[in-house]
């Protein structure tokens, strides 16, 4: 199926441990991005690559890093994991200035 | 003060009633999205428009460049259109300002 994917669905972990967030778009889509939603239901943008070129940068903390090996994958490693941390992560991708498609969402849990 | 507001902030319908969802934002932007949330958690892109008005089914958005104001209806609602309705505008490219969403939900 054409999809954005994102793993892991669900992700509980406790404070200061590292981990990875996995998403793969197999769209054909040049763009991806990565959004924080908040426990209010709050979307922020965090990054986008085009074409494995970062090209938004929020003001988030260097904990977080993107990675792209490729135009279709795009990973979100987050070192010394916080409390505040805890959020749902969504991936998404479009081509550029078109609508977005986004994955499920990987729901972070720090302890 | 957010840069995108959305009202209302929860609303509920009965089953067939039409509804209104408005969108105001303060900055100027390329597009405006409208996106849906079901309570699974998924989000869907519903439309992206930077002028006049799109129809897709039971669902129209309209926005008003000069107004900086949009508008998603409903018509005919059904209990499978509740959800989280979320306003979004582009500053450039697609950086993407968020509303914080409008809870629908329609009683059959």
């Known amino acids: 199926d054409t999809a954005v994917s994102q793993t892991p669905k669900y992700l509980v972990t406790q404070m200061g441990n590292d981990k990875s967030i996995k998403c793969e778009q197999n769209l054909g889509h040049d763009t991806m991005y990565w959004y924080k939603q908040d426990s209010k239901k709050f979307l922020k943008i965090m990054f986008s690559y085009n074409n494995k070129e970062l090209i938004i940068n929020e003001t988030v903390p260097n904990r977080f890093s993107p990675k792209s090996p490729d135009k279709a994958h795009l990973n979100l490693h987050i070192n010394s994991l916080e409390l505040g941390d805890s959020a749902v992560y969504f991936c998404?991708?479009?081509?550029?200035?078109?609508?977005?498609?986004f994955g499920n969402g990987t729901r972070l849990t720090v302890t | 003060k957010n840069e995108v507001e959305q009202s209302p902030q929860n609303l509920t319908a009965q089953e067939g009633e039409f509804i209104t969802i408005n969108c105001s934002y303060s900055v100027g932007i390329s597009a405006l999205h409208w996106l849906q949330q079901h309570p699974g958690g998924g989000i869907v892109s519903l439309f992206m428009?930077?002028?006049g008005k799109k129809k897709h089914g039971r669902l129209i958005a309209t926005i008003n460049i000069q107004e900086k104001h949009s508008s998603l209806h409903i018509t005919a609602s059904h209990p499978r259109d509740s959800a989280v309705y979320i306003c979004?505008?582009?500053?450039?490219?697609?950086?993407?300002?968020f509303g914080a969403g409008t809870i629908l939900r329609v009683k059959s």
């Open positions: 428009l930077s002028s």
């Open positions: 979004a505008v582009s500053e450039y490219g697609n950086k993407l300002v």
């Open positions: 998404a991708s479009s081509p550029y200035n078109s609508p977005l498609h």
